[in-house]
C-alpha cells in the first residue's frame, strides 16, 4: 500500500537553530500537506503544496514539494520554544490523506 | 460549533466490552473522516462520510467497528469487543468539501486505552 517515510523520527535542538526535515513516497500524491500535532490535539495544517517545485512560506515555515511529486521537505528557521510537537507530512489520495510517522521536535533546555 | 469536537476525551474500557466514540463536526461540513493513531505512528484512516453516506469503509480494521453518521451531523464510531489493540487515539476531522484542500479540521481525539 501507499506510505510515506519521513525522517527524521525525532530531532533536539537548541533554541535558534534551523530546523529541515522530509518525506519521500514511492507514490505521485498530487497533494503534499505539513501538519504539526501538539499533545493532546489533533494535527492543524501548517501548510498545502499543490504543484511540482512548488516552495512555500508560512512565516518561518518553508516547504517544497519535489518536481517528481514523490517527496517534500519542510524547514523551521530560528526555532522557538513553542515550536516543539510533532510534524507530520500527508499526501492526499482523493478524499484520503496518507500519512508519514512523524517528526518530533524537542528543544533543548 | 466552532470547531470538531470529540467524546470522550479519554475512555478506559475493558477488554471485551463495547465502546462508542462520538464525533460533532463543523456546521455544514459535509464531510467527515475517522482516523485512528497509535503511540508513535502516523494517522490511519477508517472511514469516510459523504452527507450521512460512507462511501469508503475500506479502513475498519475488523468487523469489530463500525460507523454511522445521522442527520449529516453526528458521527459515532463503536467498537465491539474491544482488544488491547484497539488501544490509540482515534480521530475525526471534517470539511466543508472532499479533501483536505477545503478546511479539514481535526478534532482533538478520544483516547482509547483498553485493559
Known amino acids: 500500500g501507499q506510505q510515506l517515510n519521513q525522517s527524521p523520527q525525532s530531532m533536539f535542538i537548541q533554541e535558534g537553530e534551523d530546523v529541515s526535515m522530509n518525506c519521500t513516497s514511492s507514490?505521485?500524491?498530487?497533494?503534499w500537506l505539513w501538519y504539526k500535532q501538539d499533545p493532546g490535539e489533533g494535527p492543524v495544517l501548517l501548510i498545502a503544496?499543490?504543484?511540482a517545485g512548488e516552495l512555500t512560506s508560512n512565516g518561518r515555515l518553508t516547504a517544497q514539494f519535489g518536481i517528481t511529486r514523490k517527496d517534500s521537505f519542510l524547514n523551521i528557521s530560528a526555532s522557538i520554544p513553542s515550536d516543539v510537537g510533532i510534524y507530520f507530512c500527508?499526501?492526499?489520495?482523493?478524499?484520503?490523506?496518507?500519512w508519514g510517522a512523524g517528526t518530533k521536535l524537542i528543544i533543548k533546555p | 460549533g466552532a470547531g470538531v469536537s470529540q467524546s470522550p476525551s479519554n475512555k478506559v474500557t475493558e477488554k471485551g466490552k463495547d465502546v462508542e466514540l462520538r464525533c460533532d463536526p463543523i456546521?455544514?461540513?459535509?464531510?467527515l473522516y475517522w482516523y485512528r493513531q497509535s503511540l508513535g505512528q502516523g494517522l490511519e484512516f477508517l472511514i469516510y462520510?459523504?452527507?450521512?453516506?460512507?462511501?469508503?469503509k475500506s479502513g475498519l480494521p475488523s468487523d469489530r467497528f463500525s460507523a454511522e453518521r445521522t442527520g449529516g451531523s453526528v458521527s459515532t464510531l463503536t467498537i465491539q469487543r474491544t482488544q488491547q489493540e484497539d488501544s490509540a487515539v482515534y480521530l475525526c476531522?471534517?470539511?466543508?468539501?472532499?479533501?483536505?484542500?477545503?478546511?479539514?479540521?481535526f478534532g482533538s481525539g478520544t483516547r482509547l486505552t483498553v485493559v
Open positions: 476531522a471534517s470539511s466543508s468539501y472532499r479533501g483536505p484542500n477545503y478546511g479539514y479540521t
Open positions: 456546521s455544514g461540513h459535509t464531510a
Open positions: 462520510f459523504q452527507g450521512n453516506s460512507a462511501p469508503d
Open positions: 507514490s505521485i500524491f498530487n497533494t
Open positions: 503544496l499543490y504543484k
Open positions: 500527508a499526501g492526499q489520495f482523493y478524499y484520503q490523506l496518507i
